[in-house]
């Protein structure tokens, strides 16, 4: 199967700060998504993104399918964007989500 | 909300018990997936439904088992319970086989 790498593992970041989390696969993948788990352990939906850039308010995500990789960028950080930051992909015309280890985020006030 | 409900939210239960977990699709989505969450396992895939096919199969135990039903919704029946079975359990739902995913609020099992 493939394999997903995130990094950095963890990231702490003075509120309002920006930053760049970003996701290696060891293989084509398709159905890319960027997930938000919060303290509560719910697994909210952020971008599904094959390829391209998308933008959802102080999100944004890109990723480049050619190079097997995907970045997701936070902006003006706030305490609510803490919590555990996942990407996962399927293989081509595959159906199981292959999730990486997650990038543990907290934001200070 | 992401339309996916699960129930119960929390089951705490003892080894060598048998649990069920029931998982409702968004509405108008034919395909339910099974995903298990531990600490040193990460988030793993177990088993995808189709429209009441099993799909897909990925580290699920002989232990475990999962149906979808005619009204779309699943059950995932875990046995002979263990100490490690101790995890965050979800459900995930999407359109068709391949589309993107929507995740319930998970089942957090403890077994004692």
């Known amino acids: 199967g493939i394999q997903v790498e995130q990094s950095p593992p963890d990231l702490i970041l003075q509120e309002g700060a920006n930053s760049t989390l970003r996701c290696n696969f060891s293989?084509?993948?398709?159905?890319l998504q960027w997930f938000h788990q919060n303290p509560w352990g719910q697994l909210i939906n952020l971008f599904y993104i094959p390829s391209g850039t998308k933008q959802n308010g102080r999100l944004s995500a890109t990723t480049v399918a050619t190079e097997r990789y995907s970045l997701l960028y936070i902006s003006s950080s706030q305490t609510t964007d803490s919590g555990v930051y996942f990407c996962?992909?399927?293989?081509?015309?595959?159906?199981?989500?292959?999730f990486g280890g997650g990038t543990r985020v907290l934001v200070k006030p | 909300d992401s339309g996916v409900t699960q129930t119960p939210k929390h089951l705490i239960t003892a080894t060598g018990q048998r649990v069920t977990l029931r998982c409702s699709p968004r509405s108008g989505d034919l395909s339910v997936y099974w995903y298990q969450q531990s600490l040193d396992q990460g988030l793993q895939f177990l088993i995808q439904?189709?429209?009441?096919?099993?799909?897909a199969k990925g580290n699920i135990l002989e232990r475990f088992s999962a149906q979808q039903f005619p009204d779309l919704h699943s059950e995932l029946n875990l046995s002979s319970l263990e100490l490690g079975d101790s995890a965050l359990y979800f459900c995930?739902?999407?359109?068709?086989?391949?589309?993107?995913?929507?995740f319930g609020p998970g089942t957090r099992l403890t077994v004692l």
């Open positions: 293989d084509s993948v398709n159905n």
């Open positions: 439904y189709y429209n009441g096919e099993e799909r």
């Open positions: 996962a992909g399927t293989k081509a015309a595959g159906n199981k989500l292959t």
């Open positions: 995930a739902s999407s359109p068709r086989a391949y589309n993107e995913q929507f």
